[in-house]
């Protein structure tokens, strides 16, 4: 038995947990069972949007004759794009690795784990097979993996999740993408603009579901004039004929407790298929139960207001704990858990003006509720959209997208939604707004924007005219 002040399972942002531990003079254990830097870094937003902006330089070239410019792409190195990025993550990875092997205070198991008692754990795989590791705290930052749904015949192909798709050194001639969400957004725009023919098969009726209705509606529009884009529909069936994936569909009715519709079927062949069905979280992995810790029905890790536990002194933060699965909301629990361990001021953790961005083409972003909430609640409220193009910098970069903004009859920001170019930059000055202002209209409308610039599509937003709303009817005011 080998025993720690402190013990954190996962290499993501519990590390930034962890390294406060270690500052404070306690001695720190750090298991995880793959290249350092979380899902994150190694398989998910950094590597991603990296490879994400290379599709953009080259969407912006292919517009160029737009703006009345000949240009013509001689050559694009694919491979050496994807080489490049996961070479860089590789190479952060094992810096963090460094960094852990030369301290004092940490001791870095590069093992799985799992639980056998409440506050020890027993290391399985690796040099350190069969170790007892205990401590006094406990941090699980274990993340989630890609789900495999429940698809007939999917056990019998070779599919790709967005780990392999994103190290694919070359684009596949048709991508089927299974899965309506942020990841099959990205990856659809990433491949799509590097010349795979890409299907997109989603459940929901629009692509981007999470996103406010109005803006997953222009979403879905602008990739089905992108992309084939089957909506509404649920994989039933994969298999391999010759050579060729297959992939039929249903039309499906997602109100009615994920019962397929009986209707004819649409089947979609492609070379390479790509499962895009959400994640589920690594807690399965973990032997939870026999440390008291109890998860929800999805499989999260249950936790109070504090990100800790059912057990003392078991804390949990991240993918893992289901709240959002977004790598700044990770980082956000652990500047809260920071506070709640090492401090004797412990506050609830505040997922308030919670942001998302989808690095698509367009890209989406949103904080705050969606309309269709408002008017489930029958809330009043009243919302204003202004254009992109009717801004002089939105007009010149002709540019396609709105912002759309919610707010409550005193003037409070409720919500905003952005569709268009920089919408995950765009965002912020809401962000802030919401959370270190006054969360009124007022904060950004009486900042000063900088003129011609593209800012000013949110300041025109929050200075329009507004429709009320309470759910039955809208007016103007």
């Given at each position: 038995?080998?025993?720690?002040?402190?013990?954190?399972?996962?290499?993501?942002?519990?590390?930034?947990?962890?390294?406060?531990?270690?500052?404070?003079?306690?001695?720190?254990?750090?298991?995880?069972?793959?290249?350092?830097?979380?899902?994150?870094?190694?398989?998910?937003?950094?590597?991603?949007?990296?490879?994400?902006?290379?599709?953009?330089?080259?969407?912006?070239?292919?517009?160029?004759?737009?703006?009345?410019?000949?240009?013509?792409?001689?050559?694009?190195?694919?491979?050496?794009?994807?080489?490049?990025?996961?070479?860089?993550?590789?190479?952060?990875?094992?810096?963090?690795?460094?960094?852990?092997?030369?301290?004092?205070?940490?001791?870095?198991?590069?093992?799985?784990?799992?639980?056998?008692?409440?506050?020890?754990?027993?290391?399985?795989?690796?040099?350190?097979?069969?170790?007892?590791?205990?401590?006094?705290?406990?941090?699980?930052?274990?993340?989630?993996?890609?789900?495999?749904?429940?698809?007939?015949?999917?056990?019998?192909?070779?599919?790709?999740?967005?780990?392999?798709?994103?190290?694919?050194?070359?684009?596949?001639?048709?991508?089927?993408?299974?899965?309506?969400?942020?990841?099959?957004?990205?990856?659809?725009?990433?491949?799509?603009?590097?010349?795979?023919?890409?299907?997109?098969?989603?459940?929901?009726?629009?692509?981007?579901?999470?996103?406010?209705?109005?803006?997953?509606?222009?979403?879905?529009?602008?990739?089905?004039?992108?992309?084939?884009?089957?909506?509404?529909?649920?994989?039933?069936?994969?298999?391999?004929?010759?050579?060729?994936?297959?992939?039929?569909?249903?039309?499906?009715?997602?109100?009615?407790?994920?019962?397929?519709?009986?209707?004819?079927?649409?089947?979609?062949?492609?070379?390479?298929?790509?499962?895009?069905?959400?994640?589920?979280?690594?807690?399965?992995?973990?032997?939870?139960?026999?440390?008291?810790?109890?998860?929800?029905?999805?499989?999260?890790?249950?936790?109070?207001?504090?990100?800790?536990?059912?057990?003392?002194?078991?804390?949990?933060?991240?993918?893992?704990?289901?709240?959002?699965?977004?790598?700044?909301?990770?980082?956000?629990?652990?500047?809260?858990?920071?506070?709640?361990?090492?401090?004797?001021?412990?506050?609830?953790?505040?997922?308030?003006?919670?942001?998302?961005?989808?690095?698509?083409?367009?890209?989406?972003?949103?904080?705050?509720?969606?309309?269709?909430?408002?008017?489930?609640?029958?809330?009043?409220?009243?919302?204003?959209?202004?254009?992109?193009?009717?801004?002089?910098?939105?007009?010149?970069?002709?540019?396609?997208?709105?912002?759309?903004?919610?707010?409550?009859?005193?003037?409070?920001?409720?919500?905003?939604?952005?569709?268009?170019?920089?919408?995950?930059?765009?965002?912020?000055?809401?962000?802030?707004?919401?959370?270190?202002?006054?969360?009124t209209v007022e904060d950004i409308q009486s900042a000063v924007h900088v003129h011609p610039a593209?800012?000013e599509v949110i300041q025109r937003a929050f200075s329009g005219q507004f429709v009320l709303g309470?759910?039955?009817?809208?007016?103007?005011?």
């Amino acid at each position: 038995m080998e025993e720690f002040d402190f013990l954190v399972i996962g290499s993501g942002s519990g590390l930034d947990v962890a390294n406060v531990a270690a500052n404070q003079g306690q001695s720190v254990a750090v298991v995880e069972k793959g290249p350092l830097g979380g899902t994150c870094l190694n398989r998910g937003c950094i590597p991603s949007k990296m490879l994400l902006y290379h599709a953009d330089v080259l969407e912006m070239i292919e517009r160029a004759s737009e703006f009345h410019i000949d240009v013509e792409v001689n050559d694009v190195a694919f491979s050496e794009i994807v080489r490049e990025v996961n070479e860089e993550v590789a190479a952060d990875a094992a810096s963090i690795r460094r960094g852990l092997c030369s301290s004092s205070q940490h001791e870095l198991f590069e093992s799985e784990c799992r639980f056998v008692d409440e506050k020890t754990v027993v290391l399985s795989g690796g040099e350190n097979e069969g170790t007892h590791l205990q401590a006094e705290t406990v941090l699980i930052a274990a993340g989630t993996r890609p789900a495999s749904p429940d698809i007939d015949g999917l056990g019998t192909v070779d599919y790709l999740t967005s780990t392999e798709a994103l190290e694919l050194e070359a684009p596949p001639d048709r991508l089927v993408i299974v899965g309506g969400g942020y990841i099959a957004a990205e990856l659809g725009h990433f491949f799509g603009t590097f010349g795979s023919d890409v299907t997109i098969i989603g459940r929901r009726p629009t692509l981007l579901p999470a996103a406010d209705r109005e803006v997953a509606a222009a979403f879905t529009d602008r990739y089905a004039d992108r992309f084939t884009v089957h909506t509404g529909h649920a994989v039933t069936a994969i298999s391999t004929v010759d050579e060729t994936v297959a992939v039929e569909a249903r039309p499906y009715d997602y109100r009615d407790d994920g019962h397929v519709v009986d209707s004819d079927s649409v089947t979609v062949t492609g070379d390479e298929v790509l499962i895009a069905a959400g994640r589920v979280p690594n807690a399965d992995t973990l032997a939870l139960d026999t440390a008291g810790i109890e998860t929800d029905d999805r499989g999260f890790i249950e936790t109070d207001a504090y990100l800790q536990t059912t057990a003392d002194d078991v804390w949990a933060l991240g993918d893992i704990v289901g709240e959002y699965l977004l790598k700044h909301n990770a980082n956000h629990e652990a500047r809260a858990i920071v506070q709640n361990i090492f401090s004797t001021e412990p506050q609830p953790v505040d997922y308030s003006a919670m942001p998302f961005a989808v690095f698509a083409s367009p890209e989406v972003a949103g904080v705050g509720v969606r309309e269709e909430e408002l008017r489930a609640a029958n809330r009043e409220y009243a919302a204003n959209t202004y254009r992109y193009e009717d801004t002089a910098r939105g007009d010149a970069m002709k540019a396609d997208g709105f912002v759309k903004v919610l707010i409550d009859l005193d003037g409070s920001i409720l919500g905003c939604h952005i569709i268009g170019p920089a919408a995950s930059t765009l965002i912020q000055e809401v962000v802030v707004a919401m959370k270190a202002g006054s969360g009124t209209v007022e904060d950004i409308q009486s900042a000063v924007h900088v003129h011609p610039a593209l800012p000013e599509v949110i300041q025109r937003a929050f200075s329009g005219q507004f429709v009320l709303g309470d759910g039955d009817h809208q007016h103007r005011h």
